[in-house]
């Protein structure tokens, strides 16, 4: 069951970063038209803006702070996906986004201004592919963005965890993501294992800034967590992920596309996962 678009709910993961969340997402969510009854901030305990957060909640009108158990990116994301009822719409946005942009041709890109009216209409369309997951492109540059098709791309492709929606399962393996960091491919991997694909906005893309504000991810996000979630993700998903060795300084790896299938049921593990646990002749 999918519940209608109109119906759809933020959540924003956040950690340190209560003065930027209010200076970019927040900002940019309400100057677009999206209301901030819609939107809750995911947040751990022991945050030292948790007070903040509380106050930024009450002033700004959100819907409220809900308490995630543990700290990190990944608690934050399962939260998440447990937080709202089954078939909910839910927007997931990181806390440093500055703008939403659409390629209107290879050397343009415009504002998507009207967001509120966007976000109803990917929902409505991967609905409409009887699809759960939907994203946008990672690359902010009009000349990889501009169209080259019909419509969004299916099968496998990588869904950005800037900015990305669902419609809520609690419980479901697509949201059953183990790596410290880098969870977004393990989703990407996940919603195409088991729903068979995901819509892939790729005319629009989002910025934000990536790596460069305190707080958030930075603070547990080391050389050694990312080479850790780069084997893990090439051994729980061999064949459709590999290590991207054109880039330098933290492990970065690359999805190989595939096409949309028919998915698996929700018993099938990984690929990776199931080879380890073949009993022995």
């Not at 803006?49 to 308490?67: I, N, P, S």
């Not at 719409?89 to 209107?104: E, G, K």
């Not at 890109?109 to 939907?134: K, M, N, R, S």
């Not at 419509?151 to 809520?168: C, H, Y």
């Amino acid at each position: 069951m999918r519940k209608p678009a109109r119906t759809y709910e933020v959540a924003i993961p956040t950690y340190a970063r209560a003065d930027l969340l209010e200076r970019t997402t927040l900002h940019l969510l309400a100057s677009r038209g999206v209301a901030p009854e819609r939107i809750t901030l995911f947040v751990d305990a022991t945050d030292p803006d948790f007070g903040a957060y509380q106050d930024l909640a009450h002033t700004k009108g959100l819907a409220g702070v809900h308490t995630c158990r543990s700290r990190g990116i990944n608690a934050a994301r399962r939260a998440i996906a447990d937080y709202y009822p089954h078939g909910t719409p839910v927007v997931q946005c990181d806390d440093d986004i500055t703008d939403v942009l659409r390629a209107t041709g290879p050397k343009s890109l415009v504002p998507v201004t009207e967001l509120h009216t966007w976000l109803q209409l990917a929902f409505t369309t991967t609905a409409g592919a009887d699809l759960y997951c939907w994203g946008v492109n990672p690359v902010v540059n009009p000349y990889f963005m501009a169209p080259r098709q019909n419509g969004p791309s299916t099968g496998l492709k990588f869904l950005i965890g800037t900015f990305w929606g669902f419609f809520s399962r609690p419980g479901h393996p697509v949201h059953a993501t183990t790596v410290e960091v880098k969870e977004d491919y393990d989703t990407s991997l996940r919603a195409w294992w088991y729903d068979g694909g995901a819509l892939r906005f790729d005319t629009v893309s989002v910025k934000a800034d990536h790596y460069r504000a305190a707080g958030g991810c930075q603070d547990y996000r080391t050389l050694a967590s990312s080479a850790t979630a780069t084997d893990q993700l090439l051994r729980t998903w061999p064949g459709l992920v590999r290590r991207n060795t054109r880039r330098a300084g933290h492990d970065e790896v690359l999805l190989v596309p595939k096409r949309r299938h028919r998915g698996h049921p929700t018993h099938v593990p990984p690929p990776g996962l199931a080879q380890q646990h073949v009993p022995a002749p």
